[in-house]
C-alpha cells in the first residue's frame, strides 16, 4: 500500500527544524587538482611496486570523490 501526499515544505521550514536538532550547515573547501609533477611521481611509485606481492596488503584509505565535482564554473 502506498500512501502519497502532495505537500509543499518551504525552504524556511526546513531550515528552522534542522537548526532546532542542532544540524550544522557546511560547504566543503575546494580542493586543487594534481599537478603534472604528482602525477609523474604516482606513475614512478606504480611503475616501481607493480611487482610486489600485495597478498598480505591491506589497504585502508575510504576517500570517497568525484572527479572534476568542485569546479567553479
Given amino acids: 500500500m502506498e500512501i502519497t501526499q ?3 515544505i518551504s525552504h524556511s521550514s526546513i531550515w ?3 537548526k ?4 550544522k550547515s557546511s560547504v566543503a573547501l575546494g580542493t586543487p587538482m594534481l599537478t603534472n ?4 611521481k ?3 611509485w606504480v611503475q616501481a611496486h607493480m611487482n ?10 575510504e ?3 568525484d ?3 568542485n569546479k567553479v564554473s
Fill in 37 to 40: 609533477r604528482y602525477i609523474d
Fill in 52 to 61: 610486489d606481492n600485495w597478498d598480505r596488503t591491506i589497504f585502508t584509505d
Fill in 63 to 65: 576517500t570517497a570523490f
Fill in 67 to 69: 572527479l572534476f565535482q
Fill in 20 to 23: 532546532k536538532n542542532e544540524y
Fill in 42 to 44: 604516482r606513475k614512478a
Fill in 6 to 8: 502532495d505537500t509543499t
Fill in 16 to 18: 528552522r527544524h534542522m
